[in-house]
């Protein structure tokens, strides 16, 4: 198994200019750096069940280790133990690397590096930490200069209304009418043991999507008035007009399940879709049980986060991005060379980018050939 990632000096330059400004917003927000393991215990992971044990990278160690697949159940680790008496809520931001085993040529297991950069909002005593997360995330992503014919949906759904659909079968038929339902598979739905109007329920169910408050609609003439669908309704009106203010599309899903087990509640994800092709440009939702996981006795058991795919981010940012004032310090007489050398300490405590070309400069053709070599934008003569 193995895997090289490497990057060119552009793809280099979006990643930075990509997490710069993400890291930007979550200051604002008062979001402080946090930087967790690479190592993940496999075990942890496992009793979690958070993602498939075949489909991670582990080391040859003595020890039951793997690269991390994802971040959040490190930093939750981390927050119940070097953290634990740091004052809730929490508000933790991260970026770097995650691991995933991929299928390649002939079923060869291939490693897959993806760069990632995020936020996890940890114990935030309020019925409805999602707006602030998701508020972040709008704003986030509304400071990337992203391409002119970029459609942004955002896709959610919530687990209470899966536990709402598949409440009368518990015990009965539970794991074959759920798995039906999040694979959108009609035709096995059909071939269930269940009474024919429950099938036909579930068939619309299996199918229904769109507008928030549409899709609610439809959920309380089939279920009634319930806690569930109201406190669903109260979220979407707050984050609807955010969304609308941003360009984004809201689309309600009951069906949607994410591919790690971490979430229970919200789930979401921030699509872009460009000249036809979808990016997943960001991930997210609530994990409450995790944080009981790892500390039964926290007071305020709530756990929420999304991570940002950096990758994906650098395909649909806009490359007609104007050239930043970067110098180039030239003189004629070697002479002038610790002129030159103050000359661009002064530049760089006014935080001007300048280069300084120590060799001396005698005519204009060469000045500008040096210019174009370093991309600078203007030329300064030390005389």
């Known amino acids: 198994m193995t895997s090289i990632k490497e990057f060119n000096l552009i793809e280099v330059h979006k990643n930075s200019e990509i997490i710069n400004s993400l890291k930007e917003v979550y200051k604002l927000w008062g979001y402080e750096e946090v930087s967790p393991s690479m190592i993940n215990d496999i075990e942890t992971i496992k ?14 160690t003595n020890k039951s280790l793997c690269l991390r697949p994802e971040m959040t159940t490190s930093i939750v680790k981390l927050i119940s133990t070097r953290l634990i008496n740091k004052k809730r809520p929490l508000r933790l931001w991260n970026t770097g690397i995650v691991f995933e085993k991929e299928e390649g040529y002939k079923k060869i297991s291939m490693l897959k590096e993806k760069i990632q950069s995020g936020i996890e909002l940890i114990g935030y005593d ?3 930490p999602e707006i602030e997360l998701i508020n972040i995330l709008f704003d986030s992503i509304k400071k990337l200069n992203l391409k002119e014919n970029c459609t942004l949906k955002f896709l959610v759904s919530s687990t209470t209304i899966m536990d709402l659909i598949l409440k009368k079968y518990k015990g009965v038929n539970y794991e074959n009418v759920k798995k039906c339902m999040t694979n959108l598979d009609q035709d096995n ?14 068939k619309e169910l299996l199918f229904l999507r769109g507008e ?41 899903d ?7 087990n971490l979430y229970a509640g919200i789930v979401f994800q921030l699509i872009c879709i460009n000249n036809n092709e979808k990016y997943v ?10 944080v009981k996981y790892f500390n039964p006795n926290e007071k305020t058991p709530i ?12 395909k649909l940012i806009d490359d007609q991005e104007s050239m930043p004032r970067k110098i180039l310090i030239l003189f004629r007489d070697k002479k002038l060379l610790p002129k030159a050398i103050e000359e661009q ?7 001007t980018i300048s280069i300084l070309e120590i060799n001396p400069c005698m005519d204009e053709a060469k000045a500008e050939i040096i210019r174009l070599e370093n991309k600078c934008s203007e030329i300064q003569w030390i005389s």
Not at 47 to 60: A, G, H, T
Not at 254 to 260: I, S
Not at 303 to 310: A, D, P, Q, R
């Open 212 to 252: 928030p408050n549409f899709v609610i609609d439809k959920l309380n003439y089939i279920f009634g008035d319930n806690k569930v669908l109201e406190d669903l309704r109260f979220l979407f009106n707050i984050i609807s007009p955010l969304a609308n203010k941003n360009n984004i599309q809201i689309q309600l």
């Open 47 to 60: 009793s979690r069940e958070v993602i498939d044990e075949k489909e991670l990278i582990k080391l040859v």
């Open 189 to 202: 739905l059909y071939k269930l043991s269940i009474e024919e109007k429950d099938k036909l329920i579930l």
């Open 126 to 128: 309020t019925d409805f």
């Open 345 to 351: 300490e002064r530049l760089h405590r006014n935080g």
């Open 281 to 290: 440009i960001a991930k997210g939702g609530r994990y409450d049980e995790l």
């Open 303 to 314: 756990g929420l986060g999304f991570s940002v795919s950096i990758d994906n981010l650098r």
């Open 254 to 260: 009951p069906t949607f399940q994410p591919h790690l």
